[in-house]
Nanobody, 110 residues
């Protein structure tokens, strides 16, 4: 069973940027699609970006997801952050398969 550990969240002002990291305890080389999800208070968890195994990165609007299979790590670069991006961010396969990690809190506020 692969364990997922997210990090890199924090408090940022609107318009700012953050880079999240997700370290997997096992190999993600063979996992076809990895993704970043988020869950805001009172809302369901949603997928915000995904990336296939043979891609270096994938851009979805203000967010860029990338993966380093050699390091078993997935990243999420978030730019031009908005208050509505405030949530706990998680990584997992797409669709989700492994147990959810603790997530990393992102708060966008002035």
């Amino acid at each position: 069973q692969v364990m997922l550990v997210e990090s890199g969240g924090g408090l940022v002002q609107p318009g700012g940027s953050l880079r999240l990291s997700c370290a997997a305890s096992g190999s993600i080389f063979s996992i076809n699609v990895m993704g970043w999800y988020r869950q805001a208070p009172g809302k369901q968890r949603e997928l915000v970006a995904s990336i296939r195994a043979n891609s270096a990165d994938s851009v979805k609007g203000r967010f860029t997801i990338s993966r380093d299979n050699a390091k078993n790590t997935v990243y999420l670069q978030m730019n031009s952050l908005k208050p509505e991006d405030t949530a706990v961010y998680y990584c997992n396969t797409v669709p989700s398969y492994y147990a959810w990690g603790q997530g990393t809190q992102v708060t966008v506020s002035s």
